[in-house]
């Protein structure tokens, strides 16, 4: 036997287990759960206090790979990604250049191999991301993507959008939209409202977020087709995707930890570190992406993983949007959500691995006889304070930055492979 997992409280939604029990391994697969008593040439124990869930998947990251490299690559991108308890993860395409074609597919999939996790990229909707012409959407296809952003920008053109949201419908790929108007954005840097008008900077209003929310969910309406929203941080987005949702639209929907912790009050630092974008917005947008994350609203938890230079995020008013959030995603949502009492820990399985995997349409991975063995095993009680400079990727931009979080990844397996021991 390669592996044998012993003492360890085993939880996944998709087999109805939750117990401590011994998982063992060989040749990648799973091939016993149930205690035994058996040697292996390696050999984990939980003690009867590590969890194991089916590996997590993080369908929105970026790795700035190819062109941008000082800010993060695929290998320093999926360290941080197994460090964090990761087993794959989907990377946008606002590299240099964008995956708008083939080619640049390939080399992903290619710089992946050595990774040792899933690593797929997520081609553009639009060519060079101009949001003028449409990609070869089954060249993309026949690439290997699974989903088409043009993340970081709106598809500006609502009849464009449309056909991108028809056509994939077609070839079985998802569109994955950032919802911005820049318009009404108009240089807005932090959510506008109380704390914009203190620090005298310009806002983000969030009719923004909620006017292009709205239109991709009557466009997937018009094509009968599926449409997923990125990185949902007001209470009115939210509104308009449960009320979709209720009506049988084909919407899906994600946010990212720091949305459901902070809000805007974090700017008043004056430290570009806490600007994304989105923005944080206030204690009610919080409260009610909280409350959506639970009752089911938004399907998954991504991280945006958005690295940059600390050059870069000097200067408050003119840095770029962006946070890392790979390695602290799991203790984050952990410490706010499951060691508060407001959800179990297979409501975390879901939103953290199953339904990412399932909206990218992935095969599920699941903590079964037979099936690949991907597992990220944690210490639900690990208390820990997050230090930048200790973290895996290559960039140091964290909004958790110097907060205190209880849970902690200690084993990544992918295809049986332990990947990072802590
Ligand atoms: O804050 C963000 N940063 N939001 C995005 O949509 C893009 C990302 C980036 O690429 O830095
Ligand atoms: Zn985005
Ligand atoms: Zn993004």
């Not at 290559?394 to 205190?404: L, T």
Request: aromatic share 4%; hydrophobic share 35%.
């Amino acid at each position: 036997m390669d592996l044998l997992i012993k003492n360890v409280r085993a939880c996944d939604p998709q087999t109805g287990l939750d117990e401590i029990t011994d998982i063992s391994v060989e040749n990648g697969k799973i091939v016993s759960i149930g205690k035994i008593n058996r040697s292996a040439v390696k050999v984990i124990d939980g003690m009867s206090k590590l969890c194991a869930l089916p590996g997590l998947f993080d369908m929105h990251v970026h790795f700035r790979d190819p062109g941008l490299t000082y800010k993060e690559d695929i290998i320093s991108g999926a360290n941080a990604a197994k460090a964090g308890g990761f087993t794959g993860v989907a990377c946008m395409p606002n590299t240099k250049p964008p995956v708008d074609n083939a080619e640049t597919v390939k080399y992903i999939f290619n710089e992946a191999k050595k990774t040792g996790i899933d690593v797929f990229p997520v081609g553009c909707i639009t060519k060079g991301m101009k949001g003028e012409e449409l990609c070869d959407f089954d060249e993309l296809k026949e690439a290997g993507v699974k989903a088409i952003s043009d993340d970081g920008r709106p598809v500006e053109n609502a009849e464009l959008m449309r056909q991108a949201i028809e056509s994939t419908n077609k070839n079985g790929l998802i569109v994955v939209s950032h919802c911005e108007d820049l318009k009404i954005i108009n240089g807005g840097i932090i959510n506008k409202g109380k704390i914009s008008e203190e620090l005298g900077v310009k806002g983000m209003d969030r009719a923004s977020e909620d006017y292009i929310t709205a239109r991709e969910i009557a466009l997937a309406m018009s094509c009968n087709a599926r449409v997923h929203i990125c990185h949902v941080s007001t209470k009115g987005s939210v509104n308009i995707i449960r009320a979709a949702k209720k009506d049988g639209v084909k919407v899906t929907c994600e946010t990212a930890p720091h949305y459901f912790t902070y809000t805007d009050e974090k700017l008043l630092s004056r430290d570009a570190d806490y600007r994304m974008s989105p923005p944080l917005r206030t204690e009610e947008d919080r409260a009610a992406i909280e409350e959506a994350v639970l009752d089911g609203t938004i399907d998954c938890i991504i991280t945006d993983h958005a690295p940059h230079a600390a050059e870069e995020k000097s200067d408050f008013e003119k840095a770029p949007n962006g946070v890392v959030g790979l390695e602290t995603s799991l203790a984050a949502t952990l410490t706010k959500l499951y060691h508060t009492g407001k959800c179990d820990l297979s409501k975390i399985a879901e939103i953290m691995s199953v339904n990412p995997r399932k909206i990218m349409g992935l095969e599920p991975i699941r903590i079964a006889v037979g099936e690949r063995c991907d597992l990220c095993i944690f210490d639900p009680d690990y208390q820990w304070e997050v230090i930048p400079e200790e973290l895996n990727s290559k960039s140091k931009n964290s909004v958790f930055k110097g907060e205190k979080l209880k849970g902690k990844n200690i084993y990544t397996i992918c295809k049986g492979k332990i990947v990072f021991a802590l």
